[in-house]
């Protein structure tokens, strides 16, 4: 029996069924015609309710390489980001204990509500802490505008920012980083990932996005990524289902694949680029969080591609690290399912992928 995920039901013990008018026969007497069907679930990684339980509880940081893309050549980029607003922020917590803050934000490309998966407290959005005319203490402290803990009989949105004024503890701050060599926190890990519903919702095995989700949200809960020793992190997450060409277009998709075509092929066969995503929403929202310019970010991505087009077209934001994804099944020294498997040929043969166990 394939090991199932922890949300799975139980398998439960195998029983013998008696007949009750002749008691000396059981079911398993008969010689019936029996053909083994595949599990509802597949055996492979399938992604779990709660960001960070799924993968290995090992407390190590993933493996990076250094990137300058400074003399490249720029792709083919839209000439200016795209105008995002981040309109409410709220603080999630999770049953594994760790805190993010996703932020919901609104643009003038799409009428999509893309999201900002915030881990720490020190990554914040510039647009959603900027005044808006007529608002009150409460309509800030309602959209997500206020610093530290929100709590019952709470009446300012920067009431922890004063106390720090008022106590000198920022000036104090300032003199002892003049004072003394501190070490420089690393760079904030950022992924960019676009939605995924059959395989973050409905357990796909077709690729692995439910398991590259749920192991950023791991690695981005260390303590290595949290502030003191870094500014924090941040999952990206943009509404382009399917490689850009929606959910529908996907489940044909699907059908083609069936039909022995892999999913590169699927895709064009739909009249679709094989790829039809774009990152410039994902550079706007970076920026509007503070982490543009040259400080940079750590890109957690296989995809070389996606790390040129998600700097933007005058380098807005800086990818300074690469960091691998490896599949879980490989971690472990083995393989996912069949179908996952190929999937991910396919991203190593046509997509270019940066694909290894290491």
Partial sequence: ???????????????????????????????????????????????????????????????????????????????????????????????????????????NVDTKEHLAIVFGNEIRSRSLDAPREGETEMDRMIRGAYTGRLYPGRAYSRVEQIKQEASGSIQLLQSHTNGAS???????????????????TVWSARCDCGEQLDEAARLMSLASNLPPSSPGSVIIYLRQEGRGIGLGEKLKAYNLQDLGNDTYEANVLLRHPADARSYGLATAMLVDLGLGGERGIRLLTNNPDKVRAVEGPRREVVVKERVAMIPLAWKRGGKGSEEVEKYLSTKIEKFKHMLSSE
């Avoid at 398998?11 to 079911?27: C, D, K, M, T």
């Fill in 1 to 107: 029996m394939p090991e199932l995920p922890a949300h799975a039901s139980p398998n439960p013990a195998q029983q013998l069924w008696s007949n009750p008018h002749h008691p000396e026969h059981q079911i398993t007497d008969f010689n019936l015609s029996h053909h083994e069907h595949p599990p509802l679930l597949s055996p492979a990684f399938t992604p779990p309710a709660t960001p960070g339980t799924g993968t290995p509880a090992i407390e190590r940081d993933a493996h990076s390489v250094l990137v300058d893309t400074s003399s490249e050549p720029a792709p083919h980029l839209l000439p200016t980001l795209p105008e995002v607003t981040c309109v409410v922020r709220a603080r999630i917590p999770t049953t594994t204990g760790q805190e993010m803050f996703l932020h919901l934000y609104h643009n």
């Fill in 182 to 200: 501190l070490v420089s926190p690393k760079a904030p890990l950022v992924r960019i990932h676009s939605e995924c519903y059959t395989g973050e």
